[in-house]
T-cell receptor, first 115, second 113 residues
Framework: DSGVTQTPKHLITATGQRVTLRCSPRSGDLSVYWYQQSLDQGLQFLIQYYNGEERAKGNILERFSAQQFPDLHSELNLSSLELGDSALYFC??????????????FGEGSRLTVL | GEDVEQSLFLSVREGDSSVINCTYTDSSSTYLYWYKQEPGAGLQLLTYIFSNMDMKQDQRLTVLLNKKDKHLSLRIADTQTGDSAIYFCAPLGRADSNYQLIWGAGTKLIIKP
């Protein structure tokens, strides 16, 4: 158990809909990362937050947005869903923001299926 | 941007050694990581090597780093069925003032009985 909790574990929805994925980082971790893992594109970094502020942005679509709340949990919002958004979405956390180490603690992921 | 390349699949017989290879482009990477993803699970840190090292051994795992060729490998001795997983190579790169892992596509290790 990594200590990172993601909900829901599975989600099935239709094209055009909007969903919210939730992540609770390990206790005390200030940094939260979101990743998308699909069969054809591997693991893609979406966005990072540190203590409530956006720290780095990766390949995140404009239809997607995220935030980190004062209690440090984070939400990833996916809107106007397309079939190609079907993927496993991972949240990961680590203690610091600019720490020059790469140890991340991953949740078990939220599997999104868009029909 | 920086890039990391790995073979997508590796098939080995149980009891043999597995060698998973990775090449990367960011020569400034200070730490280079291997993550393991078991079926249906998230990724977990397996091992790492600091850039001033050539080799690191941890029980059945051996990490080799060739900085000149920007080549990283992970050797698993006496491969077991429990080693079936996807293995990700992830050097730590720096963009602006932020450190980020740069992920390979992952190598799926398949164990043949």
């Amino acid at each position: 158990d990594s200590g990172v909790t993601q909900t829901p574990k599975h989600l099935i929805t239709a094209t055009g809909q909007r969903v919210t994925l939730r992540c609770s980082p390990r206790s005390g971790d200030l940094s939260v990362y979101w990743y998308q893992q699909s069969l054809d594109q591997g693991l893609q970094f979406l966005i990072q937050y540190y203590n409530g502020e956006e720290r780095a942005k990766g390949n995140i679509l404009e239809r997607f947005s995220a935030q980190q709340f004062p209690d440090l949990h984070s939400e990833l919002n996916l809107s106007s869903l397309e079939l190609g958004d079907s993927a496993l979405y991972f949240c990961a956390s680590r203690p610091g923001g600019q720490a020059n180490t790469g140890e991340l603690f991953f949740g078990e992921g939220s599997r999104l299926t868009v029909l | 941007g920086e890039d990391v390349e790995q073979s997508l699949f590796l098939s080995v017989r149980e009891g043999d050694s597995s060698v998973i290879n990775c090449t990367y482009t960011d020569s400034s990477s200070t730490y280079l990581y291997w993550y393991k993803q078991e079926p249906g699970a998230g990724l977990q840190l397996l091992t790492y090597i600091f850039s001033n090292m050539d080799m690191k051994q941890d029980q059945r795992l051996t990490v080799l780093l060739n900085k000149k060729d920007k080549h990283l490998s992970l050797r698993i001795a006496d491969t077991q069925t429990g080693d079936s997983a996807i293995y990700f190579c992830a050097p730590l790169g720096r963009a602006d003032s932020n450190y980020q892992l740069i992920w390979g596509a992952g190598t799926k290790l398949i164990i043949k009985p």
